[in-house]
């Protein structure tokens, strides 16, 4: 294991502080069950913003006991108090077994005495069934870790291997096998599915820009077999989509996380139906071009 790296891992002073409160008190919960912290998301891949999720992963040894669990809950409710506004509220990530998180895998599917029904919806992913190993997963602005898929993927794993920063603990490449190409878009071109049977919920502006951004980004790895910002998604999606959809991903692009008042907007019914046109044909483009 090494130590914390001695930078500061992130541009903004109070998210700094924030992070190396949590660590230090998830580091004392899980104790020798404690493996590495890294930051995934954004902060590793770039393009982040003062008002963009920190996204993380902790590795552990193997599943939480009631004992550390229980210590983490109270940890992220405390850190919800810290005098940090808008960062007490931004972390985002997952506490992963070890083994679970060298590499995807649909065995096991449920933790050892927590078998979940085939109707089981995910709290992380809009109510999606099981698919695979859930972890102890905490929502952005959430309080309580809850079982969750959300980052048990490729995507995170490849973002985590690749791009990752490390806060404490080895290498993630010494934690997580190589993410192929060929990984990427099995896992992205199911996403994009298993998506699209939600019915894409829009009910705010904030949602309806998440949808074009994420198909933007699925049709990005589609392409490049590897994992992009959001940001740099949609750019590329300006110059290599068919050009009528141009408008729609320059508004979506438009829409700012930290302008609470134009992403708690309703979203306009022209919209809704736009990107449900370009949702679907995402997956057109994405059955012709790469199936």
């Known amino acids: 294991m090494v130590d914390r790296r001695d930078d500061e891992p992130t541009p903004y002073a109070e998210l700094n502080t924030v992070l190396s409160y949590w660590l230090e008190g998830a580091q004392a919960a899980l104790a020798e069950n404690f493996v590495g912290a890294y930051l995934q998301g954004s902060f590793a891949i770039g393009d982040h913003s003062e008002f963009s999720d ?34 007490r509220t931004g972390l985002e990530g997952s506490y992963a077994p070890a083994p679970i998180l060298r590499r995807w895998t649909t065995v096991p599917r449920d933790p050892p005495g927590e078998p979940r029904p085939d109707d089981w919806a995910d709290p992380g992913l809009l109510g999606t069934p099981p698919l695979a190993y859930p972890f102890w997963y905490l929502d952005h602005g959430g309080k309580a ?109 438009a829409v700012r996380k930290g302008d609470d008042e134009q992403a708690a907007r309703s979203a306009d019914p022209a919209e809704v139906a736009l990107t449900h046109e370009f949702a679907t044909y995402c997956r057109t483009l994405a059955n012709r071009a790469w199936s």
């Open 54 to 87: 920190c996204d993380f992963i902790v590795v552990t040894r193997e599943e939480l006991t009631p004992g550390a669990l229980e210590a983490l809950q109270h940890l992220h409710e405390r850190i919800h108090e810290l005098p940090c506004l808008y960062w």
């Open 145 to 253: 870790l809850v079982r969750s898929e959300h980052d048990n993927n490729q995507v995170v794993r490849w973002t985590l291997r690749e791009r990752g920063t490390v806060l404490a603990g080895p290498s993630p490449k010494d934690l997580v096998d190589p993410v192929t190409p060929a990984d990427l878009r099995t896992e992205v071109r199911r996403t994009l599915d298993r998506f699209l049977a939600t019915g894409l919920p829009m009910p705010m502006v904030a949602w309806q820009a998440f949808w074009v951004g994420l198909c933007c980004r699925i049709l990005h790895t589609l392409e490049t077999g590897t994992v992009a910002s959001k940001k740099a998604a949609m750019t590329w999606a300006q110059a290599a989509l068919e050009p009528n959809w141009r408008g729609l991903i320059a508004r979506a692009q």
